[in-house]
């Protein structure tokens, strides 16, 4: 926005553009899988750390009815990436930190598209998921913050694990196809 006397300045920059501007640098510094499930388990450890600390009793009827949903599409038969996802979400602004919330949407549909394109969650794995996500929302419940991180971190686990997987066969597959040319 160009100012009378005082030149140009940034003006009304809305959470659309920003989310556009973060997703470009993302880009730029050729963010891949693997960073962004460690950005995840980072956030979501302080996150879930957080919501057990400042939760309000409707932001657990919230939490619930996520976790509800999630479940239903598992007895379904259905995938349940995005329910899943929304659990997290749901936590998030639980927390009370607009900021992290923000961050979580932002990195969101990337680990969607990533964890439909790679397959990440099986059925066996997802039927895991919900018992640890039971075990998350009763330590936020019960306000025990350190107990919801580590809950958060083992759920976390077995994903970050699988994109350190993914990322040396990946390197190994680069390295190889450099060597070939």
């Known amino acids: ?11 009304g ?28 388990v980072i956030l979501e450890t302080n996150i879930a750390r957080l919501a057990a600390q400042r939760r309000t009793e409707e932001e657990l009827k919230v939490i619930e009815r996520a976790l509800i949903a999630y479940e239903t599409k598992l007895e379904k038969g259905l995938p349940a990436v995005e329910e899943d996802l929304m659990f997290h979400i749901k936590i998030a602004k639980a927390s009370g930190n607009s900021a992290l919330k923000s961050l979580m949407l932002i990195i969101t549909p990337d680990i969607v598209y990533s964890y439909n394109k790679l ?8 039927w895991q998921a919900l018992e640890e996500h039971k ?3 009763q330590h936020i419940k019960n306000q ?3 107990s919801a991180a580590l ?31």
């Open 144 to 146: 025990d913050g350190d």
């Open 13 to 40: 920059i809305g959470i659309t553009a920003l989310e556009g501007l973060i997703s470009d640098v993302l880009k730029l510094e050729d963010s891949d899988f693997g960073s962004l499930v460690e950005t995840r």
């Open 119 to 126: 397959k990440v969650c099986s059925d066996d794995r997802a």
């Open 135 to 137: 075990l998350i929302l």
């Open 1 to 11: 926005k160009t100012m009378p006397q005082s030149g140009t300045i940034v003006a």
């Open 151 to 181: 809950a958060m971190r083992l759920h976390l686990k077995d994903v970050l694990e699988y994109s350190q997987e993914y990322h040396q066969i990946t390197s190994s597959k680069q390295r190889a196809n450099f060597k070939l040319k």
